[in-house]
């Protein structure tokens, strides 16, 4: 394939950052055009092939910490329906008041089957005790990472989420109880090591059995001590 013209990149780019989830035929045709031999290329290959990857982003409180300020198209797509009770949404302050995104580049993005949100409200003391299932921004309400995987994992289309009026997220039958400020409570199930993790050099180098993976929902990142960050 002959390299592609220096001009016609960010138009591209532009377009394949667009496309709202399912448009699958016309992702793969830019996502050929625009093929990188390097590793974010592949890394965008590997994800589109694989088909049920959710890609993070992030909100952000402060302006030079975003590098989006408009929801793109791909974003826009993973909003869900919002039905507020009378009186709902009077509590307490949200714990996050977004100014901007930390979105990934438009190929990660295009290439994933949805996005989630992975922003944290730490308390006053710096611990972590609830999640934020549901951002507000710009008119919207956006899901996060742990709530479009378990939307993703128990088939539940999206015109079956809502924010309910009582306070809670509702995932079909399914429903994530949230207080005044639309956090959920974190109840963890147990210690470090409850639940399994596994090195990525050993998932990479055959290591880990294919069993141990099957029919679960995989999170890929670094962990916390590894950041030396919270």
Known sequence: ??????????????????????????RKALMALLADPGPDGELAAAIAAAGRVIVPYAFVTEPGQANLSEAPAWLKATAFRVRMASGAGDGEPAPLAPTGL?????????????????SLALDSDGSLRAELPVVAYRGEIYPSLPVEAARVFLGVGRERMALDGERAVRIGEWHLPLDQSWRHLIDHYGPEGTIPTYALADLLGGRVPPRALAGRIVVVGASAAAMVAR
């Open 1 to 26: 394939q002959a390299p592609l013209p220096a001009n016609l990149r960010p138009p591209l780019e532009a377009a394949l950052a667009a496309l709202p989830p399912g448009a699958s035929a016309v």
């Open 102 to 118: 930390l979105a990934p580049v438009p190929a990660l993005a295009a290439a994933g089957l949805s996005a989630g949100h992975v």
